[in-house]
Structures are given as C-alpha cells and as structure tokens.
C-alpha cells in the first residue's frame, strides 16, 4: 500500500466574498435608513463576524495518509478504496443530478464545480461511491491511486 499523504481545503472564492460583503452592506444601509448609524454599524460588524465564522467553517478539508481517507466529518479506511476517477465540471453535474446514484455519499460545495468519485468497496457498506468536491480533482485522484505526481 502506498504510504503518500495529501491535504487540501478549498475556501471561498473572491466572487462569493465580493458577493456576501455586498449584501452585508445593502443590509446594513437598510438599517442605517430605518434605524440609524449606531445600529448599521453594529449590523455591519455582526455580519462581517458571522461571515468569518462561516469562512473558517465551510471549507471542505480533505486527509489521506497510509491508512485513511478523510472528508470533512467522515472516514474510511483506505484498504475499502477502489478506483478514484477525477470528474469534470460538467461530469460533476450529472452525478449531482441526472446520473446520481441515491445511495452514494456526498461532500459538495457549490463555489467548487469539479471533483472526484471514489469507488467504495465494503462488502458492509452499501455506499457505492463517493462524490467530493476538489479544485485539484486530477492530484487528489493520483494521491488516492497511488500515483505520485
């Protein structure tokens, strides 16, 4: 078995800051219109806080060592690990939708549109696959294979 490691966590993107900090503001100017300065300025610091908290939680982080394979909150051993196949953004998508398979497992976030579906062989589990969202689909699928980059 391959002892390679690999780690990743994909955070928000600058569009969805751009995004939420600009309805941060529109809330806090309609506050300001309704309520006044002392209150948008407190709406405004409340909402950059829970921005941040948000930032440092939604991320999904990503593991594997020697023995394991790590997905957000979930584990599985490696030895349970079959085929890891890099997806397209477009191949992404119908694994979402059309083409999902209702048993599998899934660790998705909608600011990252590729990703990797790993085979699952557990003769106790009946998850088929899982489908994760990774910017570096093609580095995590060569981590989980085995192969080196």
């Not at 584990?75 to 890891?84: K, V």
Request: include cysteine; proline fraction near 4%.
């Amino acid at each position: 078995m391959d002892e390679s490691t690999y780690s990743s966590r994909d955070g928000w993107p600058i569009w969805l800051w751009l995004f939420l900090l600009f309805l941060a503001g529109s809330l806090a100017i309609a506050v300001e219109a309704a309520l006044g300065n002392r209150l948008a300025w407190i709406t405004l610091l409340l909402q950059l806080l829970l921005l941040l908290w948000a930032a440092l939680k939604t991320p999904l982080e990503i593991a594997i060592d020697g023995l394991q394979v790590k997905v957000g909150d979930a584990t599985i051993l490696r030895e349970f690990i079959g085929e890891a196949t890099p997806l397209t953004s477009h191949e992404m998508a119908l694994l979402r939708g059309r083409d999902v398979d209702t048993r599998c497992w899934m660790a998705l976030r909608f600011w990252v549109s590729t990703g990797i579906k790993i085979e699952i062989n557990d003769p106790k589990d009946p998850t088929p696959y899982w489908l994760v969202s990774a910017k570096k689909a093609t580095a995590l699928a060569a981590a989980l294979n085995g192969k080196n980059k």
